[in-house]
């Protein structure tokens, strides 16, 4: 499994070479899940893409039309790979994926050496990124608004034939934006709570 990552990073590198002027937003590939863990087995690995957009116009669980871009380009619907997308405004890690490790940056391109930990399974916590609980707690007291403000969007425009036309296309339709949107809303609200406890 740990080579379909190395070969997303290594795509990620010839993205950003690429001349005639191709522009995405990639920014950041992060991984999580079973690769940290050691797991013997692992069916998908569990990457996190950083995307450079504004975090108001990218909430928790939007689809953005840049996705399907770098989704396309990296090949993600070829590999088996369970893609999470963020903000590079926001943490990489989240309410749900809790621990994560960078493998490659635009700037610095693919990190030999946490590739070569995740093989031998020599992962350490300092390699890896955590939250503590404040740092969750403001995570999700910032990201909520955003959240609800999409959602509310989504629910003013959803029976509209101009947003409807808009938000379909690269498999998707406007009932994922707002399954997606409502989705958002409770997984924030829900870990927001259980924080409480």
Known sequence: MLRHV???????DRLTHLSGGLALPLSELWVGGD????????EWALVVVRLDIPADEFPHLALHPAMAACESFLRLDKRPIDARWRSRQVPAWDHVV??????????????????RHLRNR??????????TPAELREFLTDELPRAEHRLAEVLDGYWESEWRGAHRGHGTHPEHHLWRAAEAVRSIREALAGLDI
């Not at 020599?122 to 939250?131: D, K, L």
Request: aromatic share 2%; charged share 25%.
């Open 98 to 115: 809790r621990r994560v490790a960078r493998v490659w940056t635009a700037q610095t391109g693919t990190d030999e050496l946490l590739l």
């Open 6 to 12: 190395t070969d997303l990073a290594e795509e990620a």
């Open 35 to 42: 690769l940290l863990d050691g797991a013997e087995q692992i």
């Open 122 to 131: 020599t992962v350490t916590n300092a390699m890896i990124a955590t939250p």
